[in-house]
Each structure stands twice: as structure tokens, then as C-alpha cells.
T-cell receptor, first 111, second 115 residues
Framework: DQQVKQNSPSLSVQEGRISILNCDYT??????FLWYKKYPAEGPTFLIS?????DKNEDGRFTVFLNKSAKHLSLHIVPSQPGDSAVYFC??????????FGTGTSLTVIP | EAGVTQSPTHLIKTRGQQATLRCSPI?????VYWYQQALGLGLQFLLW???????NRGNFPPRFSGRQFPNYSSELNVNALELEDSALYLC??????????????FGPGTRLLVL
């Protein structure tokens, strides 16, 4: 049972424009959410996180939004750069350091 | 500083055999996590070790087991391999400060193929 879902397997965006990656979850007990980025042949690397007590967190070009009532998480990248092309995973955490990951969205930023 | 390392990078086994996967965390990290990424699925949480103890495990059968050594490296063992165990197995480490919300640093993974 996939508790964290990324319904868009892929996304293409022009360089300089905004990339919006979406994530939905089913378990209301999740209280910490993260985004990871993965390049081919490498492990995922941490990008940005948000606690459930917040609805927005920014770090440079990356902003994560959390809508708890909708059980929805999104990652905004502005402006998008070709080096942002990678697979992005969202993850949610339960008590006991049990992390649940989505299936990933492959982002392609077109120069 | 060296990142998380995993060995082997690829492993081919036949059904019924046992597989052993190894992970070395970042120096100074005491927590190690194991994940399975099967084709078309997200990373599935397998096991969490901290200070040599198993702290939590995901919804996997007992034939998935592991251990953490005094130097904090870890081993994942999969017994009685089944075809559906074919997947990418990722190891991650974190400082193990006791804070639940720690960033995990991932290794490149071991790709296991069961024939």
C-alpha cells in the first residue's frame, strides 16, 4: 500500500520557468516531510524538508508547500536550471524514524 | 569526507539462495537505514539500526534481517531469495543524535537480481 504518491512520473519545463512537483499522502499521522533529488547511479540527496506545524519552507530556489487538510505536498523550483534535471522523491516520516517515499518524478529542464 | 558506501554494486543470485549486502556509513554517523526500491515502487523502508541495535523495521518478512557492527557498518541479509526480491537496495546513514527528524545520506545502492 503506497502511502506516499507522486502521480506524475515525469515533467518537462523550460529553463528559467517554474517547476512544480506534487506529492499526495494518505496517513494523517505523518508529521515531517522531505524532498530528495536523485541523479543516475547515485543515491538520493536531501533537498528540503518541512515540519507539519508549518505550511511553507524556503531554501534559495526551492520552496516546499504543505497543505495538511488536502494531504498534499509540493516542491517549487524557481527559476529552473538544466542542472535540476533529476528524479525527485518526496518522503514522509512517522514516529520511529520510519520514512515512506513516493515513486519519484523525473524532471527535465530544457535549455 | 567519504560518503555512504555500499558493496557490492551488483549481485546476481538464484531463487532460494541467500544474499548479503554491506553498508559503511559516513564517519561519525551511528544510524543506518535500509530501503528496497523495486521497479515502479518508491523506496520501501526495511530496517533502522542505531548504536548496534535494531530500532525499527518495515513491513517485510523475517527472512530480511541485518545487523550493525561496533564500527557502525551494517549488513543486510536476505534469506530464501524470491524473484520479487529483485530490486535496488539503498543504505542511508544519519548522525544518530536521537533527534527523530534527521537528514539521511544515501549510498549509491546495490542492485540485486534474483533469477
Amino acid at each position: 500500500d503506497q502511502q506516499v504518491k507522486q502521480n506524475s512520473p515525469s515533467l518537462s519545463v523550460q529553463e528559467g520557468r517554474i517547476s512544480i512537483l506534487n506529492c499526495d499522502y494518505t496517513n494523517s499521522m505523518f508529521d515531517y516531510f522531505l524532498w530528495y533529488k536523485k541523479y543516475p547511479a547515485e543515491g538520493p540527496t536531501f533537498l528540503i524538508s518541512i515540519s507539519s506545524i508549518k505550511d511553507k519552507n524556503e531554501d534559495g530556489r526551492f520552496t516546499v508547500f504543505l497543505n495538511k487538510s488536502a494531504k498534499h505536498l509540493s516542491l517549487h523550483i524557481v527559476p529552473s536550471q538544466p542542472g535540476d534535471s533529476a528524479v525527485y522523491f518526496c518522503a514522509a516520516c512517522l514516529y520511529g524514524n520510519q520514512f515512506y517515499f513516493g515513486t519519484g518524478t523525473s524532471l527535465t529542464v530544457i535549455p | 569526507e567519504a560518503g555512504v558506501t555500499q558493496s557490492p554494486t551488483h549481485l546476481i543470485k538464484t531463487r532460494g539462495q541467500q544474499a548479503t549486502l554491506r553498508c559503511s556509513p559516513i564517519s561519525g554517523h551511528t544510524s543506518v537505514y535500509w530501503y528496497q526500491q523495486a521497479l515502479g515502487l518508491g523506496l520501501q523502508f526495511l530496517l533502522w539500526y542505531d548504536e548496534g541495535e535494531e530500532r525499527n523495521r518495515g513491513n517485510f518478512p523475517p527472512r530480511f534481517s541485518g545487523r550493525q557492527f561496533p564500527n557502525y557498518s551494517s549488513e543486510l541479509n536476505v534469506n530464501a531469495l524470491e524473484l520479487e526480491d529483485s530490486a535496488l537496495y539503498l543504505c542511508a546513514s544519519s548522525p544518530g543524535t536521537g533527534l527523530r527528524q534527521e537528514t539521511q545520506y544515501f549510498g549509491p545502492g546495490t542492485r540485486l537480481l534474483v533469477l
